[in-house]
């Protein structure tokens, strides 16, 4: 469907308000009978309806719902006897997340750009690493990290 613009939009109801005006002073000018005043007013009331129905159709969004293929979520989940500190990288975009699970605990990155990230688990206050390696999000996909 076309879209309109809303300056257009606005000049059809102008548009048609000066009609169902003009028509309702030239059906008062020929008769002075009120059923018949009434009933044009009702005419002409109608006719703005039909046109802001006929301008106002809905519009596609510019952008559909639900997920974009260039994005997912990434939740990490504890299952060690401690807390823990996950660093996270996107190798393209060099974005830096950090993340702290707590004991049996589940924290996300929600949204997180698709692509390989590379990780870093460390205990919090510790600047040994646990573990490093890098894992691969794909749009949509949704992944849960499970940590022993």
Not at 98 to 121: I, P, S
Request: proline residues 4%; aromatic residues 4%; contains cysteine.
């Amino acid at each position: 469907m076309n879209k309109i613009s809303s300056p257009l939009k606005a000049l059809f109801i102008s548009l048609a308000c000066c009609v169902a005006l003009a028509q309702n002073a030239w059906s008062q000018a020929q008769t002075p009978s009120t059923n018949s005043t009434n009933n044009t007013v009702i005419e002409g009331g109608k006719l703005v309806v039909e046109l802001i129905k006929a301008i106002g159709v809905k519009k596609d969004p510019d952008h559909p719902g639900g997920c974009k293929d260039s994005y997912a979520d990434l939740c990490i989940e504890n299952q060690s006897s401690g807390t823990i500190s996950v660093s996270l990288l996107h190798r393209d975009s060099k974005e830096v997340r950090e993340v702290v699970v707590m004991t049996a605990g589940k924290e996300c990155c929600l949204q997180a750009k698709a692509g390989v990230w590379t990780y870093d688990l460390k205990i919090p206050g510790n600047p040994l690493s646990l573990r490093k390696g890098d894992l691969k999000l794909e749009g949509c996909n949704n992944m849960v990290m499970s940590i022993k």
